[in-house]
Nanobody, 124 residues
Framework: QVQLVESGGGLVQAGASLRLSCVVS????????MGWFRQAPGMEREFVAR????????DYADSVKGRFTISRDNAKNTVYLQMNSLKPEDTAVYYC?????????????????WGQGTQVTVSS
């Protein structure tokens, strides 16, 4: 079955950096778009970033543009989210997801498989 396993979350101070990783198994990773989403307490899950199959196209939410970078290594079946200049408002559980049809969606309904999430907490 399809599995996504995120790692790399933690507790950091404002201004610090973290790199999240998501290892995918159970499908042909290189043929699907990937995305990162986040969900803060009491809030809906929101789009953070997405990347095309070969990594040539990326897209970011305005709130993270210029601070976060999404990338992928198809040889390792892994997608990354490099997060720099973290702010307290970035605190959330971060999820990676597979866009099976590579539709380039920014909504949760456009993604078919999800990881369990990794907690990121940024203190002020």
């Amino acid at each position: 079955q399809v599995q996504l396993v995120e790692s790399g979350g933690g507790l950091v101070q404002a201004g610090a950096s973290l790199r999240l990783s998501c290892v995918v198994s159970g499908l042909t990773f290189s043929t699907h778009g990937m995305g990162w989403f986040r969900q803060a307490p009491g809030m809906e899950r929101e789009f953070v970033a997405r990347i095309s199959t070969k990594g040539w196209r990326t897209d970011y939410a305005d709130s993270v543009k210029g601070r976060f970078t999404i990338s992928r290594d198809n040889a390792k079946n892994t997608v990354y989210l490099q997060m720099n200049s973290l702010k307290p408002e970035d605190t959330a559980v971060y999820y990676c997801a597979v866009d099976v049809s590579s539709s380039g969606a920014r909504t949760t309904t456009g993604y078919d498989y999800w990881g369990q999430g990794t907690q990121v907490t940024v203190s002020s």
